[in-house]
T-cell receptor
Framework: NAGVTQTPKFQVLKTGQSMTLQCAQDMNHNSMYWYRQDPGMGLRLIYYSASEGTTDKGEVPNGYNVSRLNKREFSLRLESAAPSQTSVYFC???????????FGEGSWLTVV | EDQVTQSPEALRLQEGESSSLNCSYTVSGLRGLFWYRQDPGKGPEFLFTLYSAGEEKEKERLKATLTKKESFLHITAPKPEDSATYLCAFRGGSYIPTFGRGTSLIVHP
């Protein structure tokens, strides 16, 4: 019962460095999402993929890129990390965009 | 613009002291209301989905209800293990849920 798996769990980056957060789901879901969670701000959608081969911007897409590699995997890339991107990142998936969203365990990212 | 407001921001209860959490929304064309529980250092865990006013769902000590403008999460006789942050989210016409900022619940033994 893995569900949604994210890697890495923790990462420290220097300003300007790049990195990719990986996400995979084993529930055969069509839709996948990347959220960030900051104190006092709640969960904010960065990007989502309604189905394999499509991606769309969410509420806070600036500074990020995504790739829907296949039906199972959806990665989030920070090309040039900034301290404002220090946050907890959650990957999630749902059967379709109209269905319940299930979350991974989170990736803690610190940019110094 | 779709908005979701949760209240209170924080709630402290004694074990056995029942209470309710509120989630109000301004969403056009409601297509679902979701409640999640989030423990420290973990991802949100799905609890309930409600789709129409008047609908109720229960799970152990938790009961979620929905009206046209708000949802309540009722906690009956809570235990310390119910301590967590409870998140609600509304899905409107865009199909992408809008999340509230959560209510942090602490239940003291």
């Amino acid at each position: 019962n893995a569900g949604v798996t994210q890697t890495p769990k923790f990462q420290v980056l220097k300003t300007g460095q790049s990195m990719t957060l990986q996400c995979a789901q084993d529930m055969n879901h069509n839709s996948m999402y990347w959220y960030r969670q900051d104190p006092g701000m709640g969960l904010r959608l960065i990007y989502y993929s309604a189905s394999e081969g499509t991606t769309d911007k969410g509420e806070v897409p600036n500074g990020y890129n995504v790739s829907r590699l296949n039906k199972r995997e959806f990665s989030l890339r920070l090309e040039s990390a900034a301290p404002s991107q220090t946050s907890v990142y959650f990957c999630a998936s749902s059967e379709e965009t109209a269905n319940t969203i299930y979350f991974g365990e989170g990736s803690w990212l610190t940019v110094v | 613009e779709d908005q979701v407001t949760q209240s209170p921001e924080a709630l402290r209860l004694q074990e056995g002291e029942s209470s309710s959490l509120n989630c109000s929304y301004t969403v056009s064309g409601l297509r679902g209301l979701f409640w999640y529980r989030q423990d420290p250092g973990k991802g949100p865990e799905f609890l309930f989905t409600l789709y129409s006013a008047g609908e109720e769902k229960e799970k152990e000590r938790l009961k979620a209800t929905l009206t046209k403008k708000e949802s309540f999460l009722h906690i009956t006789a809570p235990k310390p293990e119910d301590s967590a942050t409870y998140l609600c989210a509304f899905r409107g016409g865009s199909y992408i849920p809008t999340f509230g900022r959560g209510t942090s619940l602490i239940v003291h033994p």
